[in-house]
């Protein structure tokens, strides 16, 4: 037995991820050793596999493959030394003249040609060869095709390792997807329970009160309630499922009005200039949560002292609308204009927040079929923009 070295030991943990020596022959790998017959003008041609002491024939032309000792297979030397050959008759090769391949006792090799199967990473794992009983002159033209019919074996390979990798990823995702409806589910119950509490005891609050200014101040909270219910319905039916989001036409200004009411205990609408928001197609609770991320965002890090100074307005492009939150806050450093949209990324820890905010807001923009990033604003501060297709009329 061939002693195993850490080259033959690479070599197996690659045929092992390939899955290669245990299956049955590829139709794939069946049809580039004929191919490879043809080009060669022989009538014989396989593909080797190689592990410590044994020549594996994963797929055959002209004669039925059989597993061998490596130590007797012509291509062992191809293998080893990763060079590719080409003879007009391999009992004239020191190398090859006295192997059973080409005496008699396995075979009667005379036209011999083998080029390494290697792999992207670089491992040699076997050869394509092609062979003949007959002599034949050494073809530079077919020596070039074999060459590239061995590239196409080794693709076979790598396209079905990711064809696996695939499906396993695919099968692991239907069970995160599983567990996160499950985790989705329940923490909508956690929610949903209080903020209807809280709805009830609005209502009765609301018969009881009679003076003007409580009356107005409780029926808004007890609209902020409801919309923030259909809003926690929406994004955890959306992290739930990933499914893309609803088709309605959305009047963002509606859903900014919306926004702008709920966070009328942070943000007074005086220090938000609106200009004209356009309509969109998509889920207005969702895109609602964007637009009051943003706005929050732009109040919060106004400088210490200063009342904010916000500007919320949008710009038609080519099939899109831009949709901008200026502010006259401490701005965003350029190299972390990407990393503020990474989950959990917070730049500045002195300021409430989890960090998952903009993440969350380019996820939705995203599912919109949009896209969503930020500039320095000129004169300081940062614009927060985001991209939506403009709706079709038609």
């Known amino acids: 037995m061939t002693a195993r070295s850490d080259t033959d030991a690479r070599r197996e943990r690659v045929l092992a991820a390939y899955d290669a020596l245990d299956r049955p022959p590829r139709r794939e790998l069946d049809a580039l050793v004929e191919l490879a017959a043809r080009v060669a003008g022989?009538?014989?041609?396989?593909?080797?596999?190689?592990?410590?002491?044994?020549?594996?024939?994963?797929?055959?032309?002209?004669?039925?493959?059989?597993?061998?000792?490596?130590?007797?297979?012509?291509?062992?030397?191809?293998?080893?030394?990763?060079?590719?050959?080409?003879?007009?008759?391999?009992?004239?090769?020191?190398?090859?003249?006295?192997?059973?391949?080409?005496?008699?006792?396995?075979?009667?090799?005379?036209?011999?040609?083998?080029?390494?199967l290697t792999t992207p990473?670089?491992?040699?794992?076997?050869?394509?060869?092609?062979?003949?009983?007959?002599?034949?002159?050494?073809?530079?033209?077919?020596?070039?095709?074999?060459?590239?019919?061995?590239?196409?074996?080794?693709?076979?390979?790598?396209?079905?390792?990711?064809?696996r990798r695939l499906r396993e990823v695919n099968a692991r995702l239907a069970t995160s997807n599983e567990r996160l409806a499950h985790f989705a589910g329940q923490v909508s119950h956690d929610l949903k329970n209080p903020l209807t509490s809280i709805s009830l005891s609005l209502e009765s609050l609301e018969l009881e009160v009679t003076d003007p200014y409580q009356v107005d101040t409780v029926a808004r909270a007890r609209r902020g309630v409801e919309r923030m219910t259909e809003m926690i319905g929406g994004l955890l039916d959306f992290a739930a499922q990933g499914a893309a989001p609803g088709d309605d036409l959305v009047d963002l200004g509606e859903e900014l009005d919306a926004a702008l009411d709920d966070l009328a205990g942070r943000v007074g609408r005086v220090h938000v200039a609106v200009g004209s928001l356009p309509t969109v197609r998509g889920d207005g609770p969702q895109l609602r949560s964007v637009l009051m991320n943003l706005v929050d965002n732009a109040a919060k890090f106004s400088p210490a002292g200063a009342a904010p100074d916000i500007e919320v307005d949008a710009r038609a492009l080519?099939?899109?609308?831009?949709?901008?939150?200026?502010?006259?806050?401490?701005?965003?450093?350029?190299?972390?204009?990407?990393?503020?949209?990474?989950?959990?990324?917070?730049?500045?820890?002195?300021?409430?927040?989890?960090?998952?905010?903009?993440?969350?807001?380019?996820?939705?923009?995203?599912?919109?079929?949009?896209?969503?990033?930020?500039?320095?604003?000129?004169?300081?501060?940062?614009?927060?923009?985001?991209?939506l297709p403009a709706p079709d009329r038609a």
């Open 42 to 116: 022989v009538p014989f041609a396989a593909v080797n596999l190689f592990t410590a002491d044994t020549q594996h024939q994963v797929a055959t032309t002209g004669f039925e493959g059989t597993d061998s000792a490596r130590e007797d297979a012509l291509c062992r030397v191809v293998v080893e030394s990763g060079q590719p050959i080409m003879l007009e008759d391999a009992r004239s090769d020191r190398r090859f003249a006295d192997s059973p391949w080409t005496t008699g006792e396995v075979g009667d090799v005379k036209f011999y040609g083998s080029h390494p």
């Open 121 to 163: 990473s670089g491992v040699v794992i076997g050869t394509l060869c092609v062979f003949d009983s007959a002599t034949h002159a050494v073809d530079d033209e077919a020596a070039r095709g074999l060459a590239q019919l061995a590239d196409r074996v080794v693709d076979v390979l790598e396209l079905e390792l990711a064809s």
């Open 318 to 387: 080519d099939k899109h609308h831009r949709i901008e939150v200026r502010d006259r806050g401490r701005g965003i450093p350029p190299d972390q204009h990407e990393r503020i949209f990474a989950p959990l990324a917070r730049l500045d820890k002195t300021v409430d927040g989890s960090g998952i905010g903009l993440a969350t807001c380019r996820r939705i923009v995203e599912a919109h079929g949009g896209s969503m990033g930020v500039e320095d604003r000129s004169g300081g501060g940062a614009v927060f923009w985001f991209e």
